[in-house]
């Protein structure tokens, strides 16, 4: 009978209502489009040691050890574990002690002979030491429901914090880029500034001595306040980059180090990967499944309501009207018990619960199918974006080049008298945007790798996961809980 008994517990125990989590199927393509033929197996190296520059890996290695948004993440994930230790802390016996000590009169005119005699004398004094237990059964399974709610809500906050990773790892080597290439175009603005000064030197001179009339000074005049007019612009967008890039290292704002220029830095190599891998590498897409996963076991736990709520209570201590009588024999007391508390009419607030979580779920299925779509879709603009950008800057080359020489020929035939300065004036107004917008387009080009790793995620999260801060220890790891995880 004994064991009859244990075996009919276990299979209750075991039970639980709402649906089990089932990973939906995802409509991968086979292949990416715009990926490269001869795209390379480096998904999961530290990419931005790739580029050669020193100074680039430090500022990578500093903004992962002390990036503000990193410290929010690991915070929430800690918050996330605590959760969890409340959610899945009724499945175990709820021990608790208490002790009491009171001295009280009763009223003489409805204090009886049997009262006195029981709390003997009055004013009465009482002593009581208690311990006590709860435990509820939880045969239909809505607090392992609400656990494994839980448990996969602190696996999405972890993938956030692994997508932070993610994030500042990226931003911190794109807005560094972004610094190199404004660099770069304020030198093309210096040295064009420089080489307009000594025109307008030259001219003013030629016209003291009747040389040139006045137009051409002042058109070579308009040509140095239009270099000098894109000066502080550049340089403001240099400062504003540069404290950018220090909030992302977690300084305050200030000057930036750089290490190579940007044309010295290597160009990295495309990585290989398939639409499909997308859904283990990316720690959005995880994120997105775990939260799924979590109002999925949502349902369970609001149908499980419908089905009563069963409670064992005991307690075990001592009383006694003597302090000193408390721990002798016969002042021993005791009592258990159980109780099933369970729902007749509720004007439809079960019901409610859990349409609201089959809501729910429906939209987190909606929501990481999107996620899918859009990691997809990061990957192939990153992809077809770096292919153009290479095509583009040659083009950029070959403009620049061609524009250097319409110019230097221009001037040519103006010192020889053969044309107006107006021809080299028109030459020289192509040329310098056209320089400028070469330096862009190369950091741009030199971004869109940045973009491509982001995009595709990989390996290189954790090598870069392993320098920023991790959660308190005793906070379960990810992989303990992926562990325990439902199977998907």
């Excluded at 244990?6 to 125990?13: D, E, F, H």
């Excluded at 994930?77 to 899945?88: I, K, M, N, S």
């Excluded at 140095?224 to 980059?241: D, F, G, K, L, V």
């Excluded at 089959?358 to 077809?384: C, H, M, P, R």
Aim: aromatic fraction near 8%.
């Amino acid at each position: 009978m004994r064991r009859a008994t244990i075996a009919l517990s276990a299979a209750l125990a075991g039970c639980m209502v709402g649906p089990d989590y089932e990973r939906p199927a995802v409509d991968a393509p086979g292949a990416f489009r715009y990926e490269p033929e001869k795209a390379s197996e480096t998904a999961d190296t530290e990419w931005w040691k790739q580029f050669g520059d020193p100074v680039l890996d430090g500022y990578i290695a500093e903004a992962l050890a002390h990036n503000r948004n990193l410290q929010v993440a690991v915070a929430n994930v800690e918050q996330a574990a605590g959760v969890l230790t409340t959610t899945r802390s009724p499945l175990f016996p709820q021990l608790s002690y208490q002790a009491d000590g009171t001295r009280q009169r009763y009223s003489e005119l409805v204090r009886s002979q049997q009262l006195a005699a029981a709390v003997g004398g009055n004013p009465a004094t009482t002593y009581q030491v208690l311990a006590g237990a709860t435990w509820e059964l939880d045969l239909w399974g809505r607090i392992r429901r609400l656990t494994e709610g839980a448990r996969a809500t602190l696996l999405a906050t972890d993938e956030a914090r692994r997508g932070v990773v993610l994030s500042v790892t990226a931003s911190t080597a794109s807005t560094y880029l972004q610094l190199l290439g404004l660099d770069e175009q304020l030198a093309v603005a210096k040295r064009t500034l420089g080489a307009y000064g000594e025109s307008v030197k030259l001219f003013e001179l030629q016209f003291q001595y009747g040389q040139v009339s006045r137009m051409n000074v002042e058109q070579a005049r308009s040509q140095y306040e239009t270099a000098a007019a894109q000066i502080p612009a550049i340089q403001t967008q240099i400062a504003q980059t540069e404290t950018a890039l220090a909030i992302l290292l977690g300084r305050n704002p200030g000057p930036i180090a750089r290490g190579k220029p940007l044309d010295a830095l290597a160009l990295p190599g495309v990585p290989a990967g398939l639409p499909s891998q997308l859904l283990e590498r990316r720690p959005d897409l995880l994120q997105a499944e775990q939260t799924l996963v979590a109002a999925n076991a949502q349902i369970g736990a609001a149908k499980a309501q419908y089905f009563p709520t069963i409670s064992l209570t005991g307690a075990f201590g001592t009383a006694s009207n003597d302090l000193g009588n408390l721990f002798k024999s016969g002042s021993r007391i005791w009592s258990y018990g159980g109780s099933i508390v369970g729902p007749i009419f509720t004007g439809g607030a079960i019901a409610g619960q859990v349409a609201q979580a089959e809501a729910g779920q429906k939209a987190a299925l909606a929501s990481y199918l999107l996620s899918i779509q859009n990691a997809f879709a990061d990957t192939e603009n990153a992809l077809v974006a770096n292919a153009n950008f290479g095509t583009q800057l040659e083009a950029q080359g070959r403009l620049v080049k061609a524009l250097s020489e319409y110019a230097k020929l221009a001037r040519l035939q103006f010192e020889g008298g053969y044309t107006s300065y107006t021809t080299v004036l028109q030459a020289e107004t192509q040329l310098f945007p056209a320089e400028l917008n070469q330096a862009a387009i190369r950091a741009q080009l030199y971004a869109s790798f940045v973009s491509i790793y982001q995009a595709l995620g990989g390996g290189w999260v954790n090598k870069a996961d392993e320098l920023s801060p991790q959660p308190a220890a005793g906070t379960l790891t990810p992989a303990e809980e992926k562990a325990a995880a439902p199977a998907q």
